[in-house]
Structure formats: C-alpha cells, structure tokens
C-alpha cells in the first residue's frame, strides 16, 4: 500500500527557484519531464533535455532570469 507524499507547497516553490536558476537544474526539469513523458531511458531523455536547452538557449536564458522570481 502507497503512502502519501506530503511536501508543502513552500518546499515545492523553493526546490523550483533552485533547479530554474542555473542550467544544470533546468536540464535536470527538463530530462525529468521528458523520461516522464516520451523516453523510458535516461541517456535518450537527457540528449534530448540538452539538445533542446542548446537549440533554445536565449529562451532558457530568460526563464533563468525571470522564473525564480516569480515563485
């Protein structure tokens, strides 16, 4: 039988703002929601996490900027 997880949103907001400030945080979000997603391996999910940060980068750039202070 599962239990319930029980994290408070104030952890939650604080775990964001850490993982949006820099690029490794982001590229684990994004890796994560892909293995989540559309990709069972995680080699696969962060080549593709990677390829998009790298194709994107003035995009990411901006979310590290103004995410973290929007939480």
Known sequence: MSSI???SKPQIKEQL???LSDPTGVL???AGGLM???FEDPEEALEEALKAFNGNR???DRLM???P???
């Open 65 to 67: 900027k103004k995410a």
């Open 28 to 30: 684990v979000l994004l």
């Open 69 to 71: 202070k929007r939480l």
């Open 17 to 19: 703002k850490l993982l």
């Open 58 to 60: 003035a995009y990411f």
């Open 5 to 7: 997880l029980e994290v």
């Open 36 to 38: 989540i997603s559309d």
